[in-house]
Structure formats: structure tokens, C-alpha cells
């Protein structure tokens, strides 16, 4: 077969033209707004019996081995990022990290607790899915629970990651209902 020079100058101009399009009409304004909700804010520092405690901090992003250190130099994946722990009047612990951005691009992306927990030199078990329900006439919540394990510290782990308005339950997104 042979190919003439009209031929490629058009698939030429088609090409370029994808190109040049592609630029324009890429979306520069974020629908994400990243000024509407100040994470350090909403999150409570007390709620019910539990208080906080910080000087115990639970792993982020950022905190990949959850210590406490002042003159640290961590560099935010996140544009917000809260990290709590609470405790109860009995003792019990619980820690909550809450962390946003508001795209998805080849610099921020989502981080698994089990893929970040490994890297800070924890073992990983029991990794399963299960749905926990919340509220009368709410659709359960889809969430992944697993253990982290290193020297005497014994996480059990359950979350999930909001995308938009539907849940991300691995690699694919689990539309909402609503």
C-alpha cells in the first residue's frame, strides 16, 4: 500500500489539532475547592468521653513513622492533612487520619494504609472487606480492615477513601446511591 503526501500532511494536521485541543480544553478550574473546609477545624479535638492526645500520633503521609518531632521536614503530599489520636476514660485508643487533595495527578495520589505501613517496616494481616452500617435508611459503608504489626506496636486499621461523592473500594470506584 502505498501512502501519498496528502495523506500524511492530513493525519499530520489531525494530530496536531488533537494536540493543541487537548491543551485548550483541559479544565484549569478545580471543582475541589480547597478554601471551603479547614481539616485542623473540623475535626474535634474532644467528642464525647474521648479526648485527644497529642503526643501520640498515628502514621500519615507525611508522619510515615508517627513520631513526634518538631523540627521535622516533611514534605505534604496532601494540601490538608490531620492526624488525631483519642483516648477514653478506660483507656482505649483510637486514631484518625483525614487526609485531602484536591486532585489526583501524577504527584498526589491516594495512599493505601497497607501499601505505606509496609514501607515504615510493618507486617501486614488480615487484610478483608466488610460493610458497616451507620445509620437507619443509609447504605452501609464499604470499608478494608487489616493489622499493622512492628516490635510492640499492634494496629487494627479500617478505612476507606472518598472520591467525589462515591467510595473507593480498590483500584475501582464503588458508586454511591445517592
Known sequence: MK??????VLVS????????????????????RTAALDL?????????AWTFVPSLL???????????????KNSWVYSQEVGRTYVDRSGNVVMLVVAYGPVQNYRLKAHRPEICYTAAGFRIS???GEKLAYGKGEQPLKLTRLIAEREAR????????????DIATGVLIAKSSG
Open 3 to 8: 501512502i501519498n503526501r496528502l495523506q500524511v
Open 13 to 32: 494536521i489531525a494530530l496536531l489539532t488533537s494536540a493543541i485541543l487537548a491543551e485548550v480544553l483541559e479544565p484549569h478550574e478545580l471543582m475541589a
Open 40 to 48: 485542623e477545624t473540623a475535626i474535634p479535638r474532644q467528642f464525647g
Open 58 to 72: 498515628p502514621l500519615t503521609p507525611s508522619n510515615p513513622e508517627g513520631v513526634v518531632d518538631p523540627d521535622a
Open 126 to 128: 488480615g487484610k478483608h
Open 154 to 165: 499492634f494496629e487494627p486499621i479500617s478505612y476507606w477513601m472518598r472520591v467525589g461523592n
